[in-house]
């Protein structure tokens, strides 16, 4: 857990510092800021996109995942917990609270590097993958809290968590780090939620991607559903 733990501190501590300079920045300047993040978000996720091998089963992934996200209310309920939390810190929570706490988590929490280095930490104790990402969601997180207030330093608890519960259960998803295929798919589902996600912090569309979150989880389900069906096919001339 010592990656997650330090990934948790800096994405405080990263939130804190852009609360405290946020009002010393005028708006046109956070803008630019949270503009840029979102570029570099897009860019992000269409280079994560470009790993599927097969890209059917990413679009599939998506479709499913945003469906079952939609009947779990899991937007809704993100944003609930945000505004249950926004009402408990009281003036604190001031600005884009919601929109702050889930642009964040999404950021900080979809991608490659979160369960390989999820996977490193709990399987072997290494944590050099979470350490650069630590970094640089340290940094990302002063943009986002100084642009859009007290939700992004609320992420950190949930960092603390979500890791925690991939690093724990290092050993029961294990076969999705070791197999390419898997983690390919997976990493370009990922990817085509950060493009949402940036496109939402550039102000073109909000599509509550906390939503398609599932799809993360039925990504790699199918191609191991596929590899399955491919064994038990019988060789031609059998």
């Known amino acids: 857990m010592r990656g997650t733990l330090l990934n948790t501190v800096t994405v405080a501590v990263g939130a804190m510092i852009g609360l405290a300079v946020g009002r010393y920045i005028p708006d046109s300047y956070k803008q630019v800021a949270l503009y840029g993040l979102g570029l570099v978000t897009v860019g992000i996720g269409i280079k994560m996109f470009l790993q599927a091998k097969n890209p059917?089963?990413?679009?599939?992934?998506i479709v499913l995942g945003g469906v079952l996200g939609l009947i779990?209310?899991?937007n809704a309920g993100i944003e609930g917990l945000a505004d249950w939390t926004r009402h408990w810190v009281g003036a604190f929570g001031s600005g884009r609270f919601a929109e702050g706490l889930i642009t964040s988590f999404v950021l900080f929490c979809v991608g490659p590097m979160t369960l390989l280095g999820c996977m490193q930490d709990g399987l072997e104790g290494k944590i050099e993958l979470l350490s650069l990402k630590s970094t640089m969601d340290g940094i990302a997180a002063i943009f986002l809290a100084a642009a859009m207030g007290a939700g992004v330093l609320i992420t950190?608890?949930?960092v603390l968590l979500f890791q925690g519960g991939l690093?724990?259960?290092a050993r029961s998803l294990r076969a999705i780090s070791e197999d390419a295929e898997a983690l390919a798919e997976t990493s370009a589902t990922g990817g085509a939620i950060l493009v949402g996600t940036g496109l939402g912090l550039l102000e073109i569309k909000n599509l509550h991607t906390a939503n398609y979150l599932p799809s993360i989880l039925i990504a790699p389900a199918i191609v191991f559903l596929g590899q399955r069906l491919l064994k038990r096919?019988?060789?031609r001339g059998q």
């Open 167 to 169: 690093t724990l259960s």
């Open 233 to 235: 096919r019988p060789a």
């Open 56 to 61: 059917l089963i990413a679009a599939v992934s």
């Open 156 to 158: 950190a608890l949930l």
């Open 72 to 74: 779990l209310h899991l």
